[in-house]
């Protein structure tokens, strides 16, 4: 048994090193033919370009320019690129080695001929192109090659060259607010210092602020007389127009604006006056006696406030028989106007009397209306409304009144004068007063 497994092992050994020995052999042959092949093929291309001339290689002459030797070198490249199908990477080697040798030559010709100040415009000349490339490509990103801005001008050429155009849009706008704000606050000065005017020329019982110098193409307009029917149109109009604002119109700045409204025949000649005053100043047991009317109304009472008796305080006031037949129109229409004035509105004090001057005669006014506000307890305010007038101002009333006369329908003693409520002085001060 020993001399069989010997005889095994002597035969495995022997043919792992007999496929080893041919194993090595077979590489060494195989590299050295690579290196032949390599060593000859090497040989053979130095052999070729030391043979052939750069001319040669690319198929070109001597005489030919570089522009159509480089153009002949770009056919070649394209042809022999090892991506082509036929491309050959010796052949395409060969050629590359075959240009960068004539372009040298080329470029030691030219710079054999360069002279410096023709280099230098040369070069001056190719910059200011590639900015004027550079500007251009610029404005057609910007702007697009049909919307490029012509530039005929300084003026324009300046605003081009520091980007004015967002500038000048921002001052312009920033101007034209500027303008509408002045003009804004103009009007409102204007009709700050028109109101002022009216309030003080209200105080003082003067009329309407009007022109005092007529220009000459105006007196010539209107230096014919009026027609009595365009007068009478345009009063109609008036009136019309006047009752449409009474339809409208809740509330009233002041009784100036009321009458203008209610009273338009009679506002330039009227004035209406209010004072406020403590109910210290006068004697409240008087106020029966000397007011031809009095009510009585609570402001926080629902139902029973002025509002709800306002019209009966109307109809009361204009079924009265005064002795002045202008009381009659004038007394409904201011009861009314303390209604529609929040300013002068007898919610806010105790009493709220109501007196008529008669401006044709000399004398206190009389008192026509007393309205008590129950709201307030012993004390409290007084506010005194005084309107002017005159019997020319209602002359249809007059008329009426000398009808019921003659008539017998009314006697002269049922006509109602009001009484003249006694006031104490009012620059007197309440702590110096006896209360």
């Known amino acids: 048994m020993p001399d069989v497994y010997s005889y095994y092992y002597y035969y495995y050994y022997y043919y792992c090193y007999y496929f080893f020995f041919l194993g090595e052999m077979y590489c060494r042959s195989m590299i050295l033919r690579m290196a032949a092949s390599s060593s000859s093929s090497t040989d053979a291309r130095s052999n070729y370009t030391r043979s052939t001339s750069p001319y040669e290689v690319l198929g070109v002459t001597a005489s030919m320019s570089f522009d159509e030797i480089k153009a002949r070198y770009h056919e070649l490249t394209r042809y022999y690129h090892p991506d082509m ?41 190719r910059n200011g192109d590639y900015q004027s490339d550079g500007r251009a490509r610029y404005e057609d990103n910007r702007y697009g090659p049909a919307e490029r801005p012509q530039r005929h001008g300084l003026l324009r050429e300046i605003l081009w060259l520091y980007e004015c155009y967002e500038l000048a849009i921002v001052i312009g706008a920033a101007v034209a607010v500027l303008i509408v704000a002045m003009e804004r606050y103009l009007l409102v000065r204007r009709m700050t210092l028109e109101k002022r005017a009216r309030i003080r020329a209200m105080d003082e019982g003067l009329p309407p602020s009007m022109p005092l110098v007529l220009e000459d193409g105006m007196l010539q307009k209107y230096n014919a007389p009026v027609p009595k029917e365009e007068i009478e149109i345009d009063k109609a109009m008036v009136k019309e127009e006047a009752y449409h604002r009474r339809a409208t119109q809740r509330r009233f700045e002041d009784f100036r604006e009321f009458l203008f409204v209610y009273d338009p025949d009679g506002v330039s000649s009227r004035r209406v006056t209010s004072k406020r005053f403590s109910i210290q ?49 004038i007394a409904p229409l201011v009861a009314r106007g303390l209604a529609t004035i929040p300013m002068n509105s007898p919610e806010t004090a105790k009493w709220t009397f109501v007196e008529y001057k008669d401006i044709e005669k000399k004398g206190e006014p009389a008192c026509v209306l007393a309205l008590k506000n129950n709201r307030f307890g012993r004390l409290g305010m007084c506010q005194r409304v005084t309107v002017t007038g005159s019997n020319s101002l209602s002359p249809q009333l007059v008329i009426k009144q000398k009808a019921d006369l003659k008539s017998g329908a009314i006697s002269a003693r049922s006509l109602v004068h009001g009484g003249v409520l006694p006031v104490k002085d009012l620059s007197i001060p309440l702590e110096q007063m006896k209360l």
């Open 85 to 125: 199908p036929h491309g050959d990477p010796a052949r395409f080697r060969d050629i590359n080695a075959a240009y960068r040798v004539l372009r040298a030559a080329e470029r030691e010709k030219k710079s054999e001929k360069i002279d410096p100040r023709v280099f230098r415009a040369e070069r001056c000349r």
């Open 281 to 329: 100043y006068i004697d409240e047991a008087l106020i029966p006696a000397r007011c031809t009317h009095v009510w009585e109304f609570n402001s926080e009472v629902k139902n029973k406030q002025y509002d709800s008796i306002v019209n009966g305080v109307v109809e009361a006031l204009a079924a009265t028989s005064w002795a002045t037949p202008d009381v009659q129109h």
